[in-house]
Structure formats: C-alpha cells, structure tokens
C-alpha cells in the first residue's frame, strides 16, 4: 500500500474510489450561491443602468482592453478544468495527482487577480477611478467584488491543500473539496457573464 493510499478513507458503499457525501454542505453551498446569484445580478444590473453615465471620464470603448482581458478570462476558465482534474483525481484516491491539479488551480487564481490589478492600476493611471463617474463606481465595485470571491477562493484551496498535505483526504475532507469545486465553478461563470456583459458589450456595443 502507498503512503498516499494510506491515508485515505474509502466511502464504504463505493470500495474502489473516495465518495461524495451529499451531506449539508453541499445543501447550504447551494443556498449560498442562490444568495451570490441575487448580489451579483443587482451589481450587474447597476452596472448596465450606469455605463453610459460616463460625464468627462473615459468610456468603455476608450479604456477597456478586450485581449487583455480575453487572456485572464481564459486563465479562469482553465482553472475550471484543472478544479475538476482535481476533483477526479481525489475519486480515484490519487492524493498526489490532487493536490497538484488543486495547486495548479490556485496559481491560475491568482494569475487572473494578477492581470485584474494590474487592469485596475492602468484603468487609474488613465483616469477611471471609483470616484470619476457613475461608470468607474459600478464598474470597479462589479469586477472588484468578483476579484475578492476568487481571491477568498484561492485561500480556501489553499487551506484544504495544506490540510491534505498534513492528515491526507479523510471521508470528511472529500465533502469539503467538492463543496469548494462548485464555488469555484460559480465564481468562473459569474466572470462568463462579466466578461460578456461588460467588456464584450462595453467594447463593441
């Protein structure tokens, strides 16, 4: 037996791979994400009440940076997979395969915030700023909340990587890394409707 077998508990009705409790986590994790849907549809749509409200400021057309931004959407996305890579691996009890498919996720986390603030520091270097019109104010208060939900992500994967490394995948843990996969997933395609909402549309449008 590996070391990395050994520290896994095997869900007892599924002999061959690690289960999924369909405990109340999950349950309270959907209740929660209904509650984001509701916050994040409000800023959206404030957001798009309030684009056009530029006054003397740069507009959408002017500032935003569609390659750019298409790099980092495509990083998030590809952070959908590696998540579900890590998601497999764990099914299989394959600890190692986990926590390299869940480290890889957590660094392209934090590729995405890296081009986000450097968006924000030349979208204020050009003018735009929280404060500039009603156009900056929702559309830094939209992407920025967004950026804090992938950052809390990243620390979430964090935590349960360096817990993994500690006390292995227990019957318990699986729950937890499942729980954190659709949040992730959540947090991507909220970004899907970011992207095409505010950049896509706020380019082209």
């Keep these: 037996m590996s ?33 984001e849907c509701a916050f994040f549809a409000s800023l959206i749509g404030t957001y798009l009440g309030l684009h056009t409200a530029t006054l003397h400021g740069p507009t959408s057309q002017q500032i935003f940076d569609l390659p750019l931004t298409t790099v980092a959407t495509l990083i998030l996305l590809t952070s959908s997979l ?3 890579l890590g998601v497999q691996a764990m099914q299989r009890k394959d600890v190692r395969g986990m926590q390299i498919w869940l480290w890889i996720t957590a660094l392209l986390g934090l590729f995405f915030l890296e081009f986000q603030g450097y968006e924000f520091f030349t979208f204020y270097n050009s003018g735009l700023t929280l404060h500039t019109s009603a156009f900056g104010s929702a559309f830094f208060t939209l992407t920025g909340f967004h950026g804090m939900h992938v950052l809390f992500g990243v620390f979430w994967i964090l ?41 896509l549309a706020g380019k082209l449008g």
Excluded: C, Q
């Design 3 to 35: 070391t990395a077998d050994a520290h896994v508990v095997v869900h007892p009705a599924h002999p061959t791979e690690v289960g999924l409790p369909k405990d109340n986590r999950i349950l309270g994790l959907w209740v929660f994400l209904a509650g």
């Design 82 to 84: 590696t998540v579900v």
């Design 159 to 199: 935590l349960l990587l360096f817990k993994s490394l500690k006390h292995g995948i227990s019957e318990d843990s699986t729950s937890k890394v499942f729980v954190m996969s659709l949040y992730w997933h959540f947090v991507d395609v909220v970004w899907v409707v970011i992207f095409t909402l505010v950049y």
